[in-house]
């Protein structure tokens, strides 16, 4: 398994930016797929996007697209989630997970434990 941290989560207003990192240690960044899911207080964990680390192939929930980037850093082991346009809908607690499995059906083994991002009106 790899241990994964995140960070870069805050308050922020509507219309702002934020960038979440996750900092991965035990495997190389490369051999995984790293995706992205939020929980908003009181609803389910939701997919927001991934990345497979061999190809930088990248897929975005709908919610999302156009306003998100993942992005990931080989050297640094570490991927990113720069959020922009952001709503108050937005607001969750945002957490990285890996996949050992480049395609789908993914399992995601490994989680982080999250990081909160809060957007006012």
């Known amino acids: 398994q790899v241990q994964l941290v995140e960070s870069g989560g805050g308050l922020v207003q509507a219309g702002g930016s934020l960038r979440l990192s996750c900092a991965a240690s035990g495997r190389t960044f490369s051999s995984y797929t790293m995706g992205w899911f939020r929980q908003a207080p009181g609803k389910e964990r939701v997919f927001v996007a991934r990345?497979?680390?061999?190809?930088?192939?990248?897929f975005y929930a709908d919610s999302v697209k156009g306003r998100f980037t993942i992005s990931g850093d080989n050297a640094k082991n570490t991927v990113y989630l720069q959020m922009d346009s952001l709503k108050p809908e937005d607001s969750a607690v945002y957490y990285c997970?890996?996949?050992?499995?480049?395609?789908?059906?993914?399992?995601?083994?490994?989680w982080g434990k999250g990081t909160l991002v809060t957007v006012s009106s």
């Open positions: 990345i497979r680390g061999s190809d930088g192939d990248t």
């Open positions: 997970t890996a996949d050992a499995h480049s395609r789908s059906p993914f399992t995601w083994d490994s």
